[in-house]
């Protein structure tokens, strides 16, 4: 299974984003995830999806402000970021994972990762 991540890049405070994630390959992942790095900063958990969208599960940081989602018809997984804030900066990751939704990042596959970068 390889992931492609995209839809980072520069915003200001306030503003919003979307990430998408695509899936390709042998894929028979239930759980999908969203992590994110910060310069100097270990990953951290962001946001988690079950197989069929009916449940999610946000970091206390986000929640509220942003929205996963996912289309398994196109094998892809959204990030929804409102409201962004300068804490919000880091290199955000797509992860699959095949025995359904994790908070932990104990992810069989991960994407490269794209950068969000948001102005004060």
């Known amino acids: 299974v390889q992931l492609q991540a995209s839809g980072g890049g520069l915003v200001q405070a306030g503003g919003s984003l979307r990430l998408s994630c695509v899936a390709s390959?042998?894929?028979?992942?239930?759980?999908m995830g969203w992590f994110r790095q910060a310069p100097g900063k270990e990953r951290e958990f962001v946001a988690t999806i079950n197989w069929s969208g009916s449940s999610t599960y946000y970091a206390d940081s986000v929640k509220g402000r942003f929205t996963i989602s996912r289309d398994n018809a196109k094998n892809t997984v959204y990030l929804q970021m409102n409201s962004l804030k300068f804490e919000d900066t880091a290199v955000y990751y797509c992860?699959?994972?095949?025995?359904?939704?994790?908070?932990?990042?104990?992810?069989?596959?991960w994407g490269q990762g794209t950068l969000v970068t948001v102005s004060s």
């Open positions: 390959g042998r894929y028979i992942s239930s759980g």
């Open positions: 992860a699959a994972r095949n025995r359904g939704w994790s908070t932990r990042p104990d992810y069989d596959y």
